[in-house]
């Protein structure tokens, strides 16, 4: 090993090899730091993430809302008005339907009718639970968003219990993400959302103030 490092520092000269071993130094940092999970807290619940992206983006908290069903609180990651994504938390007060082949079709209608040409929902493990993914596209370019943009919508439930009368479920909580990022990075987003109820109810802004979405 000696003998192989002595060559090397000969062939290409110690500077050299000085530089090159701080640059894959700083690169392997870079990958350290782009790894770190990004933990929030959105009202009772803690939510953390990776998008693995050296994207710049910033994290946006809304202000919780209520409902006679319930609650929802949400938060955005921004980079641009055409790439972000947002998670949303919708904490029902009774139980509720959480079959996900009714969910496909219910999120699937709602896509269309929001303009979006859908794929047939792909099933997916999200937060260690069953869920599904949808991905859209425009029928045609809408003000300022590219015509070609994809829109992928993500939905699982954290608390669901099968009946055991085929696959009918329900449970209180469901979360649904929505993203334009990239197909990596919001895979990324899915492969390793990790959400946990706790007991503060009171949501920490860790940038600035989103207004909820309508």
Known sequence: MLFYVDSILNFWGENSVRL?????????????????????????????????????HTIQIAQP????????YQMRIFTDNSTNAIIGINKYKDLTDATLSTGKQIMSMGMFIQGLNVTKPEDK???GKKGFVIMGTPFTAEGA?????????????????????????????????????????TMNLLDS?????????????????MPPSQ
């Not at 959302?193 to 103030?209: N, R």
């Open 145 to 185: 968003k590219p015509s070609d943009i994809k829109i992928y919508r993500a939905v699982y439930w954290l608390d669901s219990k099968e009946c055991g009368c085929g696959d009918l479920a329900a449970g209180t909580t469901n979360v649904v993400i929505t993203s334009s990022y990239p197909e990596d990075v």
């Open 20 to 56: 090159i071993l701080a640059a894959v130094l700083v690169l392997m940092l870079s990958s350290m730091a782009m790894a770190i999970p990004e933990p929030q807290q959105l009202g009772p619940f803690n939510v953390s993430f990776d998008i693995k992206t050296n994207l710049d």
């Open 193 to 209: 959302i990790k959400i946990e109820k706790t007991g503060d109810t009171t949501a920490k802004v860790s940038s600035s103030d």
């Open 125 to 127: 493990m999200i937060d």
């Open 65 to 72: 809302m209520q409902t006679e069903l319930g609650n929802t």
